[in-house]
């Protein structure tokens, strides 16, 4: 049962058991400084994080501020450029890529921002921005793109007719949805849903995840979704992935991470939601003090500065990600494998 | 139901905005009372009327564009809506104060914290700046700021966004208010800091015995912080109540609606596969539907609904009560269901 997760994920690998393998996945952010702009420090936002995706799942990745999801999922797309690493996409070493080539890639993967108000071009129609991708990747033009168009505002919920207007003239749940549909647009195999329903009213945020949900069944999308919330992950992830300052702390399917978390900062992180029940009294675990500097992190254990159950040995151990039951994997020494 | 111990009475209280389109009633005569100590939370929705409510409470609507319509809010009897703004400074920040959403935004950038802090105790105390600094020095940790001594002297940027917001509340509470008014404190901030500035204002109260009114979207915060909820949407109050009663027993269909679209974790084991949405979006300000302004979006509406707007009347006791003109039929139903 001690085996490390990624060793141990890549060693049992056939080939196309995975759809997407994120392998040792680095991105720092140098920082310069003096006369010469020499890289005096950098910003470690994701640190060699490694997971696996199967064609078909939706597997969620939790974190607070400054936790390296957003730029995770970024770097994955190469969207913005990994210092290190491989991502793995059907086989592909996509971190490999030329320019030319990652373009066909792009078509497979895409994504949905969070703030559905700046990730839509005000002066483009609902319709080009929908039908943009499929005039750049050349999948349609003329007829058969408005038809596409109309195809995909009906399938996210709005109306064809929808798309001669403006993104002004939409709610933030519609726009979310003219987000998902232009993500839609390629036929892509594989969506990062970066934070979709984070700047969303709780009645219009169900909407959109059970819209997400029939998607994924519908078209047998694989789905990185991003969030800050476990709440909403829960409902819609097979398998969670939860960081803390860089570096995954926890892994597990979706209610087993809710039933029996392992790791402090789950438990933490868990009991810090509140819950609308106001006779339900918890125990909970208050963490102290914030989230240390991505410049200079804490040695050993990223979570140690905060934890309650640290000893002197975090300090100087980088915690294995290691298998407590199986597809359960957690980085901690103080809780045993 | 203002008695003895009433400190804010708000009654039938209207804001409106005028826009290039027609007139914006974000709060369109909304009435409530928040007891000396007590916790009133706010509960809404993008658009309902909550942050204008509360700012309306501190006479801090922009005119133009927006004007208190009509309406009285009494703070300790005697009508804050006809003070002269001379009057309402000498109110602010001392016997009502306030602490924003955005910890980033609302503190000067140029000023160290030490000294936003002591200048509102030297503008309503008799303190020099000096016993001021030293006081500002004090609060900070009452806060739960570490080394407040040197953080007195820090800038804003220095600090993280739940240290912010901690010399937030040290400012609202240096003059020792009566009624703090919070607008959605702890929206901008991560679950794990969210829950140190609940914990802290908890408190706080405890010891300092300040009203609250808090202003939230999150029913979560609600259950965990309010005595009682008052439920807006579309401008206008639609369920009152203690909040054990509202949570254990909503009347109105639009807050079980709400209550029904948060994911549960505590309860993530048993659960169903999907989440219950409420359909549709809120309606536009400048044209709210005829009747209740929920009515399209309810799974319990009929034709009743759309004729004129439903009055807020008391149900069980009359602590909690519900704008819905079907309340009754809407209960039978509920039950009829849980049996099925």
């Not at chain 1, 994920?9 to 952010?29: A, H, I, N, P, Q």
């Not at chain 2, 009502?96 to 950038?109: A, G, H, R």
């Amino acid at each position: 049962m001690t085996t490390t997760a990624p060793e141990a994920s890549v060693g049992r690998r056939t080939d196309g058991e995975f759809l997407l393998e994120v392998d040792k996945l680095r991105k720092y952010f140098p920082i310069r400084g003096g006369v010469f702009s020499r890289v005096v420090a950098n910003v470690k936002a994701v640190q060699d994080i490694s997971f696996t995706i199967r064609p078909g799942e939706v597997v969620g990745l939790v974190g607070e501020s400054g936790s390296g999801k957003t730029t995770a999922g970024r770097s994955i797309l190469r969207l913005i450029e990994p210092t290190s690493g491989s991502v793995k996409f059907n086989g592909t070493d996509v971190v490999q890529l030329n320019k030319q080539q990652m373009r066909e890639y792009r078509k497979e993967m895409q994504i949905i921002f969070q703030d559905p108000f700046a990730s839509l071009n005000p002066r483009m129609t609902v319709g080009d921005i929908i039908g943009e991708a499929l005039v750049i990747h050349k999948l349609a033009k003329g007829k058969a793109k408005e038809e596409r168009v109309a195809d995909l505002l009906e399938r996210v919920g709005l109306s064809s007719s929808h798309m001669r207007r403006y993104p002004h003239e939409f709610s933030g749940g519609q726009r979310q949805r003219i987000g998902i549909a232009r993500a839609l647009a390629v036929d892509p195999k594989f969506i990062v849903a970066d934070e979709p329903v984070s700047a969303l009213d709780v009645s219009i945020q169900a909407q959109v995840v059970n819209l997400l949900q029939d998607l994924k069944d519908e078209l047998g999308l694989t789905l990185l979704f991003i969030a800050h919330d476990l709440g909403v992950v829960e409902y819609i992830s097979d398998r969670v992935i939860v960081m803390y300052l860089g570096k995954i702390m926890e892994i597990a399917p979706g209610k087993e991470l809710y039933a029996n978390p392992v790791h402090p900062y789950t438990e933490a992180l868990l009991s810090a939601i509140p819950i609308p029940d106001p006779t339900l009294k918890r125990e909970r675990i208050l963490l102290q003090g914030d989230i240390p500097s991505p410049i200079n992190p804490p040695s050993g254990c990223v979570f140690r500065t905060r934890c309650p159950i640290a000893i002197d040995e975090c300090a100087k151990v980088d915690p294995p990600l290691e298998e407590v039951s199986p597809g359960h994997f957690k980085a901690c020494i103080r809780r045993p494998a | 139901m203002a008695n003895e111990n009433t400190l804010l009475d708000v009654v039938d209280l209207k804001t409106y905005f005028k826009t290039d389109e027609g007139v914006v009633k974000a709060v369109d005569g909304v009435s409530f009372h928040i007891d000396r100590g007590e916790t009133l939370a706010v509960v809404g929705e993008s658009g309902s009327g909550k942050s204008v409510t509360a700012l309306s409470a501190m006479r801090l609507i922009a005119s133009p564009p927006g004007r208190i319509a009509g309406g009285q809010i009494l703070f300790e009897g005697e009508d804050i809506v006809k003070k002269s703004e001379r009057e309402m400074r000498k109110i602010r920040g001392n016997e009502i104060s306030m602490i924003f959403q955005e910890p980033m935004t609302s503190l000067n950038p140029v000023y160290t914290v030490g000294d936003q802090i002591a200048e509102a105790i030297v503008l309503h105390q008799n303190k020099t700046k000096r016993q001021a600094m030293k006081l500002a020095t004090d609060m900070l940790d009452l806060v739960g700021i570490p080394e407040p001594a040197k953080r007195v002297k820090n800038y804003p940027h220095q600090m993280s966004g739940g240290m912010r917001q901690r010399v937030m509340i040290a400012m609202a509470l240096s003059c020792g208010p009566k009624l703090l008014v919070a607008d959605e404190p702890t929206t901008a901030l991560d679950v794990t800091i969210q829950a140190q500035i609940l914990d802290l204002m908890h408190k706080l109260q405890r010891e300092i015995g300040m009203a609250i009114l808090f202003i939230t979207h999150d029913l979560g915060v609600v259950a965990e912080i309010a005595d009682r909820v008052v439920v807006m949407y579309a401008g206008r109050a639609v369920e009152e109540g203690p909040v054990n009663e509202i949570y254990a027993s909503p009347k109105m269909p639009y807050t079980m609606g709400l209550l029904h679209s948060i994911p549960r974790v505590d309860k993530a084991a048993e659960h169903q596969e999907r989440l219950n949405a409420i359909p549709g979006n809120v309606p536009n300000p400048l044209y709210l539907p005829e009747g209740c302004s929920f009515h399209p979006r309810c799974s319990f509406a009929t034709n009743v609904c759309k004729q004129g707007i439903p009055p807020l009347e008391a149900t069980t006791g009359d602590e909690h009560m519900v704008r819905c003109i079907r309340w009754r039929e809407v209960q039978e139903e509920v039950k009829q269901e849980a049996v099925a």
